[in-house]
């Protein structure tokens, strides 16, 4: 006669198994990576084991895991991003959209060239200021060569010394 206790979880290995992905898809694939990891520390063949099911069961690969695959909404602006240029369906709102993001682009455009403006204007202060320096020191240079020349004496001729 064998007699079976209510406290054991009923579905055995598998059940831990799928506990275990279940618990490491929750976390994302910094987890499966971290859990192959510690196999291959641990013994070796687990690591394999992992790494293998990670691969073949498309979670290394995928762009997030299971269970975050349908509930997580970090990621929910980018999936609608693409939607963005679509019209709703509701004329109003599509034409407010569409001059919103038209005086938008505007707005851009003025501001890119305003940079632009800014960058030539603050260029240019920087060569003026460069060459008005450059310019001093040849000046000082030229003053000091022109000090230290010899002067001939009145009554000597030229090419005698």
């Given at each position: 006669m064998y007699t079976t206790t209510d406290t054991a979880r009923p579905g055995g290995i598998r059940t831990a198994f799928r506990r275990s992905e279940a618990w490491l898809d929750q976390r994302g694939k910094w987890a499966w990576i971290a859990a192959m990891v510690l196999g291959f520390i641990i013994f070796w063949?687990?690591?394999?084991?992992?790494l293998a099911y990670m691969?073949?069961?498309k979670q290394m690969f995928a762009?997030?895991?299971?269970?975050?695959?349908?509930?997580?909404?970090?990621?929910?602006?980018g999936r609608h991003a693409m939607r963005a240029g679509q019209p709703t369906g509701?004329?109003?709102f599509d034409d407010y959209k569409a001059q919103a993001l038209r005086r938008l682009e505007?707005?851009?455009?003025?501001?890119?060239?305003?940079?632009?403006?800014?960058?030539?204007?603050k260029d240019k202060s920087e060569f003026d200021s460069f060459m008005d320096e450059r310019a001093r020191a040849t000046a000082a240079?030229?003053?000091?060569?022109a000090a230290t020349e010899t002067k001939p004496e009145p009554g000597a001729r030229p090419g005698e010394y």
């Open positions: 063949p687990v690591g394999l084991a992992l691969i073949w069961g762009r997030s895991c299971g269970h975050r695959r349908h509930h997580d909404h970090h990621h929910a602006w509701n004329r109003a505007e707005e851009q455009e003025a501001f890119e060239a305003f940079l632009q403006r800014l960058r030539s204007s240079q030229d003053a000091a060569e």
